[in-house]
């Protein structure tokens, strides 16, 4: 029976951009009617399986009451705390012991790099439902469901029909670990506050695996000055002055934030190669967009982008296949 795992993360897409600047509120009822268009592509596919977690907000058992006429749902025992990075992580690691062949999510950047941390054996298919949505398809969610489905149903190799993500590995000099999909921003503020970066000249460096032109965040720097897709294997580094001088490029920060970097240095950086930061007066590493790692003065970090992350699927290239194939 084909099963997919599902993960809607609460969280995404609710962080202080709503306020300073015109991103959109993704509301649990967005995120249900999310669900509801994913369940109606899985619904082509017939004797289709969805695995979810009985998450304390409850996404789980609204799929399992109001949608198991649809496709069917098992759900697997739940949370009685409100869910954070470490729950998605978890709840990746709990469907795939259940026997999910894949794994949808419905969330951003951030959610992609939780799911990511779990060093799954199985695909994923991340489903846009963040601020941030390079490491997503954004794309119609209801072919995203039928892609889905059709691929577990007909066994195909993920490589033909999507690519392994690079991950960009951040090691400490305490031996501790980080990774993060698309961006790491050395941020000159010693301090993790709300999180999200949205102020140019607060980022002086940026290690990107994948540099959009396209979709918001800080991979829209390196998008507007040399794109790299995710299937490419290198990756850039680009080092910024907090205002002029230096090369000015205008960057989609945000939805609704266009603002300008003034770039001292932009290089490629192929895989595997070490790239290393530090700052005499401290700072902090953002992770996808959000400040995660708080940095001592003087204390370094390695960062390197190895192509050792999920398979990520590409509906298009599902559904081609099956045009191809008649």
Known sequence: MPTIGLIVNPMAGR??????AAASLQSAPEKMLVVRRIFAGMAGIPDTEVLMVDDYEGFGRYAFHELSTVVPVRLI????????????IDWALRLQQAGAHVIMSVGGDGTQRNIAQAHLDIPIL?????TNNVACWTGDQTAAGYACALYVARGDDPLEVGCQAKLIHVQQESGHEELALID??????????????????DVERLLL???????????NVGGFLHPIWPADDIAMEII???????????????PGLMTPFYVKQAEPVSLGQPVVWSRS??????LDGERSVVLH???TVMLRVVRDGPFVLDPAKILNNTANRG
């Open 281 to 286: 007066e401290g700072g902090t590493l953002a």
């Open 77 to 88: 025992a739940g949370e009685k705390e409100p869910s954070n990075g470490n729950s998605t």
């Open 184 to 201: 790491v921003a050395l941020v000159r503020q010693t301090y993790t506050g709300a999180l999200a970066v949205w102020h140019a000249e």
């Open 15 to 20: 962080d202080i951009r709503r306020l300073v």
């Open 126 to 130: 991340p489903i846009a439902g963040g």
């Open 209 to 219: 695996s994948v540099a959009d032109p396209v979709r918001p965040g800080l991979s």
């Open 297 to 299: 003065a003087d204390e």
């Open 240 to 254: 910024l002055h907090d205002g002029p001088p230096g090369h000015e490029t205008l960057a989609v920060l945000a």
